[in-house]
């Protein structure tokens, strides 16, 4: 998003959390702990973003003996909600704290999963997290579906790893019709600053990614419907 100094950033994620955690008035008081406001970034290309560093993954240890742990995120983020259609949360590759943190504040869970074998190996794991966080910390929780990345339609280890989470999984997780291919121009654009649409807006990466947005919110739009049809029918 074209931050590089992460770590000479003074507002992220991680003071917004510990703050949560700790609750300290008087360094509020002393606006030694800044408000959400404050820490988001305002990018060029009209997305928001709230910015992390390895301070982050520091964090995983306070979260252990906090209270209420599992809703220090969405503690968070929750006065900001009413000003944005969609928050995406990115979680790193591990079943955490701070992942759990993440689902507990989710309505919807999208699962990237690269086109690799060891990579969909792990699906059996999270959905046995995504089973008891549902069951026992936000009922609202939902997997939207299973995207494949890092397709190379020249090989056919993708078009194996598409047929293995379908025999698995597919009768109880989408696998969305969009894949996103491999190609050199997302690393690219990340060196740049650049999202895949401003800086190779015709390359065939920003397309799928383009599909993959209608996909998705075309679902969503399906499933307002359906949950209206079902509250009126309820009343």
Not at 11 to 30: F, H, P, Q, R, V
Not at 58 to 81: D, G, Q
Request: glycine share 4%.
């Amino acid at each position: 998003m074209g931050w590089y100094e992460q770590d000479k950033l003074k507002n992220t994620l991680a003071t917004l959390m510990e703050a949560t955690i700790y609750d300290n008035i008087t360094s509020k008081k002393e606006n030694k702990i800044p408000t959400i406001q404050e820490t988001i970034l305002h990018h060029k290309e009209d997305v928001d973003l709230i910015p992390s560093n390895l301070d982050l993954s520091a964090l995983e240890v306070m979260l252990v003996n906090a209270m209420s742990r599992e809703f220090t995120m969405k503690n968070c983020i929750e006065e900001v909600k009413q000003y944005y259609d969609y928050i995406l949360i990115d979680c790193m590759p591990s079943l955490g704290m701070l992942t759990i943190n993440a689902l507990s504040c989710a309505d919807k869970i999208i699962v990237p999963v690269q086109s690799q074998y060891l990579a969909a190996k792990g699906m059996g794991h999270l959905l046995q997290t995504v089973s008891k966080v549902k069951k026992n910390i936000n009922p609202e929780l939902n997997i939207g579906g299973i995207l494949l990345t890092l397709v190379d339609k020249r090989t056919n280890l993708s078009k194996d790893i598409k047929n293995e989470l379908k025999e698995n999984y597919g009768s109880i997780v989408k696998i969305y019709d969009t894949q996103i291919p491999l190609a050199i121009k997302t690393a690219e654009s990340t060196s740049k600053g650049k999202s895949i649409f401003d800086y190779d807006k015709t390359g065939k990466v920003a397309q799928a990614y383009s599909e993959f947005a209608k996909e998705v919110l075309e679902e969503d739009v399906r499933e307002r419907k359906q949950n209206a049809l079902t509250k009126d029918y309820i009343r």
